[in-house]
């Protein structure tokens, strides 16, 4: 019974991991930039297929240069979108304007990516690390499961130390904080902004990649997580990094655990337990 | 009264106008009806989930196009024929779109579907406007109850060709039987009207696994979202099952298959409905596909020819391939079996051009297509002609041109068809 539990707590605390890397770079792009980045999924999208390229090419990649891969790739088309267009689109009051920006990026993106790879199912095999695993104590625990922990909890404790040790960290906080002020101090906004907007693009590549590790991808994948990424930024409360992945190991618990005792569930209880903390929340007026 | 007509009112003028307009409309349908051209609708799934069941039928469609481009001579009768080709996407509500547009704007005069949410549109609208209907690659349980059938009843219009869900489940005990194991099935079911129907204690997998003397570990149904089955793995470990069983689709089967690797279960056999009807699922599984078992509807070994081509099984698939540079796919023979029927009933109709007669031509229809024959004439089930299933397993081709072939290993519902190979275990 312990061993069990024990097995099912691994199983949900390393979902969560992966859940609160899926919203990090939401959470980036919500609290700094202000805009609700509905191109977010295809960026998970392209990062597991530059990831599945490249294993493709290179069949012998190590997974640490595969991740590396993804989030320049990613990175760099997520700071050029942001210089060429949501950028611009910031430049309007109405918060609409970039959210369908992004919008239309996203339908685009997910039709390139179609037309250029196809909309097969690719799986990604790096060195076997997806089937592998090892034994403790007569309970068995997954390889990559640990991968995507080991890995959430370097890009949260990598973040939280770039945005609060670093003089870019300090730029961030300040834009976040009064964007008007600090450019009166002489921060170059627009350069933040794409670096912020790189970074959160990177963060999705990684998701994307242990996603596609972890299971398939297709380029309809990335849209079918945004509802988890949405939920784990609001229950993180908007804009928290910390918060975001606190959020997405409750939420990979609670799926898991419900799942133990109602295998039909999906999803449900995850979005019962959002709702629960939203109403809670409304209730003692801390809703945003 | 006289003023009236000499300057007219707005209102009597618009009127006017609509008559005229109604006239218009109408005329070209009038014409239709006399001339001599055949009009075939086809709605199927050419985008959205579904698309890899529709994905061979535009090259398909290309060959039918190019067989009666000179129209199409039955009883001594010359006709043109027109074909009419809709895009369902795969989905319920854009089907009963593409199911008026295909039966009460264009008029068909006979429709042909490979996807179930298009025959369920175009059923009812097909069978109350007399428009004679074939629908095929859907087991015909899931075809003709949902839509309140009966076996001896049937339909009007619409017609049916497939095998049977309990084939599928009996190809896949054929499988377990050829393997020595402990007889404990670990059985998922996607939930979804498909899986609710082969998880039916009486009528699905549990009753032929019963049936045939094997233990089943049921983990019960899950929903389409999933992406993690942990806790199903750990509860198949504990009952240390040596088979797997059910129906999810490949993006499930992904998870499941890296899961049940990292718990340290090694299955001996695992059949999946629906899960690697594809070789891009397989493929998605790198190595670990070897082995894996599935119901075949079709493959280029099926020892049948085109009654519109006379291509063998073989000569089609290996045009396939080298027109599009893609591994064939089951749907390819049945693509082009739904074309070889439509065509055959129109030939076996006294006047192809009244749907009475149509009907009466497909309802009395024996024919030969490349999946084999096809029967509503001798079929116990009114409307509908079941075909024959045999199993079979992916297999890693050795130095091959596609990482995976589909081998058939057991042919005990349909003898006619060479089994390939022998079932092996799974080696993990």
Redesign the interface.
């Known amino acids: 019974m312990i061993q069990t539990t024990i097995e099912l707590l691994f199983q949900g605390i390393t979902l969560g991991g992966l859940y609160g890397v899926i919203g990090a770079g939401l959470a980036l792009t919500f609290g700094i930039l202000r805009v609700v980045n509905l191109s977010h999924g295809e960026m998970i999208t392209i990062g597991a297929f530059v990831a599945v390229g490249l294993v493709t090419v290179m069949p012998a990649l190590p997974i640490a240069l595969v991740l590396v891969g993804a989030f320049a790739a990613c990175a760099l088309i997520g700071g050029l979108l942001q210089a060429a267009f949501v950028e611009r689109a910031m430049a309007f009051r109405d918060p609409m304007v970039p959210m369908l920006v992004t919008f239309g990026i996203a339908v685009i993106l997910r039709n390139l990516l179609v037309e250029t790879a196809g909309a097969d199912l690719r799986g990604l095999d790096v060195g076997g690390i997806a089937q592998r695993s090892f034994q403790i104590g007569g309970m068995s625990f997954g390889a990559l499961p640990l991968v995507t922990l080991v890995l959430a909890v370097a890009v949260f404790v990598g973040l939280s130390l770039l945005i609060r040790r670093t003089a870019f960290g300090r730029e961030v906080r300040a834009l976040s904080d009064r964007p008007e002020i600090a450019a009166l101090m002489g921060v170059r906004v627009k350069h933040v902004y794409v670096k912020v907007a790189a970074l959160a693009a990177g963060f999705a590549a990684l998701a994307g990649v242990l996603l596609a590790m972890r299971a398939s991808v297709s380029p309809y994948s990335g849209v079918s997580y945004l509802l988890v990424a949405f939920e784990v930024v609001v229950l993180g409360g908007l804009g928290s990094t910390r918060g975001a992945f606190a959020a997405g190991v409750l939420l990979g618990v609670v799926q898991i655990v419900s799942s133990r005792f109602d295998s039909n569930a999906g999803l449900l209880y995850v979005h019962l337990t959002f709702f629960a903390i939203l109403i809670v929340r409304a209730i003692s007026g801390r809703l945003s | 009264m006289t003023q009236g007509w000499t300057s007219p009112s707005r209102r009597s003028f618009l009127r006017l106008g609509a008559a005229a307009t109604a006239t218009g409309l109408f005329a070209p349908s009038i014409a239709r009806a006399a001339s001599n051209t055949i009009k075939i609708g086809y709605a199927g799934p050419l985008s959205g989930i579904r698309?890899d069941f529709g994905a061979t039928d535009e090259w398909s469609i290309q060959a039918i196009k190019n067989h009666v481009k000179n129209g199409l001579t039955l009883n001594g009768k010359t006709y043109d024929v027109e074909l009419v080709i809709r895009d369902n996407r795969s989905e319920l509500q854009h089907s009963s779109t593409v199911a008026s547009d295909l039966v009460l704007r264009e008029r068909c005069n006979l429709i042909l579907t490979p996807d179930g949410d298009a025959a369920m549109a175009i059923g009812e609208l097909a069978d109350t406007r007399k428009v004679p209907t074939i629908s095929s690659m859907v087991p015909w349980q899931a075809w003709l109850f949902p839509r309140g059938g009966t076996p001896d009843k049937g339909f009007p219009y619409t017609f049916h060709f497939f095998a049977g869900s309990d084939a599928v489940l009996n190809t896949f005990v054929s499988i377990f039987n050829a393997l020595d194991t402990n007889k404990n099935v670990g059985t998922?079911f996607l939930?979804n009207p498909a899986g609710q129907g082969l998880m039916h204690p009486q009528m699905g997998l549990p009753a032929v696994l019963e049936q045939s003397g094997y233990t089943q570990t049921a983990?019960?149904?899950?929903?389409?979202?999933?992406?993690?089955f942990?806790?199903?793995v750990?509860m198949f470990?504990d009952a240390e099952t040596n088979i797997l069983s059910g129906f999810m689709y490949?993006?499930h089967f992904?998870?499941f298959w890296?899961?049940v690797?990292?718990?340290?279960l090694s299955p001996k056999a695992c059949a999946m409905a629906a899960a690697f009807l594809f070789p891009?699922?397989v493929?998605?599984?790198?190595?670990?596909g070897d082995g894996l078992g599935t119901e075949v509807w079709w493959t280029p070994n099926f020892p049948f020819e085109s009654s519109v081509t006379g291509q063998s099984a073989k000569a089609l698939a290996a045009q396939w391939e080298e027109d599009t540079g893609q591994q064939w796919t089951q749907p390819l023979g049945y693509g082009h079996a739904m074309w070889e029927v439509g065509l055959a009933a129109l030939a076996n109709a006294a006047d192809p051009l009244d749907p009475d007669s149509l009907r009466e031509g497909i309802a009395t229809l024996n024919t030969d297509t490349i999946v084999g024959p096809v029967d509503f004439a001798n079929s116990p089930v009114k409307s509908t002609a079941i075909t024959g299933l045999v199993a079979g397993q992916w297999r890693k081709s050795a130095g091959g041109k596609y990482p995976y072939e589909l081998k058939i290993v057991d042919n005990e519902l349909m003898p006619q068809v060479p089994v390939e190979e022998e079932v092996v275990p799974l080696s993990l």
Do not use: C, E, H, K
């Open positions: 698309a998922l939930d983990a019960g149904p899950f929903q389409i979202t999933s992406n993690d942990s806790n199903q750990s470990r490949a993006n992904v998870p890296n899961q690797a990292q718990s340290g891009s699922s493929n998605a599984l790198g190595d670990r």
